[in-house]
């Protein structure tokens, strides 16, 4: 590989093999055969003249000879090889001083310099191959991307080709469609496992319906009803900000809220954030699980609380605690397991849901 001389350069190297290349020697082209100063023979320089001529020696020597040198004997090596040096070549005693070269570093698909790389020419033919790595993991796509095909025959459908000439048609379109998943995704912490790391999905129906305020503050939502039968419907809106789920998932993750001792009990297991985010509600099939599974005395104490509802996994306790008294921890488990949980229920209009009524003697306007 041949760099320019005037300036930084970044060399990105692609090895599928999965071995890093040997970048070892660099070379310094000239133009003429000339007398190595004893400064240079001594750190390991060589001149070759087998095809043109170029000084060569290790990256290892060329930065250790670079650090032992003063700043006078920098200069006066300068001086020495840009006589030495046709005057075509000068640039090539600045650059044997002065240059540094990095070692190799690893940066995973999703960097934006992977993007620097041509696809390689035996692509198509490497995913048509159903006994290499590329075209198995191409069939596993194959198998997912199609896996999400409306059973309706009617309908458009994917279909992925296996050919080398197909492949190659579509290449240039699924290269351009996969970047999103570099893009987007975080870094692999395991890239031997096999099949995607990440899976996205997103409603077929409008749920969440999303509206924007108007002037005066208040959102609107037309909802066309397609009913042969008059039916008798009750609509519940919950208005939730544009951050509000993104939010919740902050407070869902592990890295930010590692899991903590529960403080009143500092020997029980440990409170996990995410249950605290879960409605409780212990129902009456709830109560039936119970039964046999727990003294007849301790679940006829939780009677009173059936259908109540509590929000986190804390509360829940505290409230059976207060009611039914002590249990071990074999029993909190025994009850954990048999009560319902919901991470989304429908508002209750008294704790600030809004109950909207449908008034079917109005006509409702198409969005």
Same mark, same amino acid.
Do not use: C, M
């Given at each position: ?75 006066? %090596?300068?001086?020495?090889? @840009?006589?030495?040096? +046709?005057? !075509? $070549?000068?640039?090539?005693? #600045? /650059? ?78 699924? %290269?351009?469609?996969?970047? @999103?998943?570099?893009? +987007?995704? !975080? $870094?692999?912490?395991?890239? #031997? /496992? ?89 129902? !009456? ?83």
């Amino acid at each position: 590989v041949t760099l320019p001389l005037n300036g930084q350069t970044r060399l990105l190297l692609r090895y599928p093999q999965g071995q890093a290349p040997a970048v070892s020697e660099v070379r310094f082209p000239i133009s003429q055969v000339i007398t190595l100063p004893p400064l240079l023979v001594n750190a390991g320089f060589r001149q070759v003249t087998s095809v043109g001529s170029y000084l060569q020696v290790s990256i290892a020597a060329l930065n250790t000879f670079q650090q032992s040198l003063s700043t006078s004997q920098r200069e006066a %090596l300068r001086q020495t090889l @840009r006589n030495a040096l +046709a005057a !075509a $070549d000068a640039v090539v005693a #600045d /650059a044997l001083l002065d240059i540094k070269i990095t070692p190799l570093t690893e940066f995973s698909p999703r960097d934006e310099r992977s993007t620097y790389f041509r696809v390689p020419a035996g692509l198509a033919t490497d995913l048509a191959n159903a006994e290499s790595d590329r075209g198995q993991q191409w069939r596993q796509i194959k198998i997912y991307l199609e896996s999400i095909n409306s059973t309706d025959p009617t309908l458009p459908a994917i279909d992925l080709p296996t050919s080398a000439a197909e492949i190659a048609n579509l290449l240039p379109d699924f %290269l351009n469609w996969s970047q @999103r998943f570099f893009d +987007a995704s !975080a $870094d692999v912490d395991n890239p #031997d /496992a096999a099949g995607p790391w990440l899976v996205t999905a997103y409603p077929r129906i409008s749920t969440p319906s999303y509206a924007s305020p108007d002037a005066s503050g208040r959102l609107k939502y037309d909802h066309l009803l397609s009913d042969r039968w008059a039916h008798n419907y009750r609509y519940y809106i919950r208005p939730s900000s544009r951050y509000d789920l993104l939010w919740q998932s902050l407070l869902e993750s592990p890295d930010l809220f590692p899991p903590r001792a529960n403080p009143a009990d500092p020997a029980s297991d440990v409170i996990r954030p995410l249950r605290e985010l879960d409605t409780f509600v212990l129902s !009456a099939r709830s109560l039936v699980d119970l039964d046999g599974k727990l003294p007849k005395a301790l679940v006829d104490a939780l009677y009173p609380l059936e259908n109540q509802r509590y929000l986190g996994e804390t509360s829940f306790l505290e409230a059976i605690g207060t009611l039914a008294g002590s249990f071990n921890k074999s029993q909190q488990a025994t009850l954990l397991a048999a009560v319902e949980t919901f991470r989304e229920v429908l508002p209750d209009p008294a704790a600030g849901g809004l109950e909207i009524p449908l008034d079917r003697t109005q006509p409702i306007d198409k969005p």
